[in-house]
């Protein structure tokens, strides 16, 4: 019984060892609320990071696809092949359009799917991850003009021209 246990562990130390453990996933940007604000009419970038860690030896290629918001946002490129132990940005561009009425919310939603190869000897699950945010169109702040202010050189000109015309006022009541 003793030996049994001892063999069963050590093939279960031996297969541990073997298997070559990665980690894929999508990493999305901070944002409070979760919500990207943006003005009608405006276009604003957004970036996803793909990583391909946890002592990866392999490169992983994803194929990315809107699951909602498409009528908003845009991705930039489809597939993309991360380097073991790298990561690398995925662009998403999100376009407003000039009509949208401020508090419009756009929930947008992204999945990423693991293209599996059979490159490796190592076991290799199609994993899939999915990542959203909301997009709010928020108005454009009213921006004051400031009054317009004279300039320190307009003001010398100015006391100069009233006091030469002064002058000349005085000189003339004096000839007569």
Do not use: C, H
Not at 82 to 95: D, K, T
Not at 164 to 176: D, E
């Amino acid at each position: 019984m003793k030996q049994q246990f001892i063999l069963t562990s050590a093939i279960l130390l031996v297969l541990i060892t073997l298997v070559n453990v990665s980690a894929a996933g999508v990493v999305i940007p901070y944002m409070q609320d979760n919500t990207l604000k943006v003005y009608p009419g405006d276009t604003a970038e957004f970036n996803f990071a793909l990583q391909n860690g946890g002592g990866a030896t392999d490169p992983v290629t994803f194929k990315a696809n809107i699951l909602s918001g498409i009528e908003v946002a845009t991705l930039i490129g489809d597939t993309f092949n991360v380097p073991a132990n790298a990561e690398i940005p995925v662009g998403l561009r999100i376009n407003i359009p000039a009509t949208a009425i401020p508090g419009t919310s756009y929930p947008i939603s992204v999945s990423f799917n693991v293209l599996t190869s059979g490159a490796s000897s190592s076991v290799k699950l199609g994993t899939g991850m999915k990542a959203g945010f909301n997009v709010l169109v928020v108005e454009r702040p009213v921006v004051e003009q400031p009054a317009p202010q004279l300039s320190t050189t307009w003001i010398a000109v100015i006391v100069v021209v009233v006091l030469i015309a002064l002058w000349l006022l005085l000189r003339k009541k004096k000839k007569k």
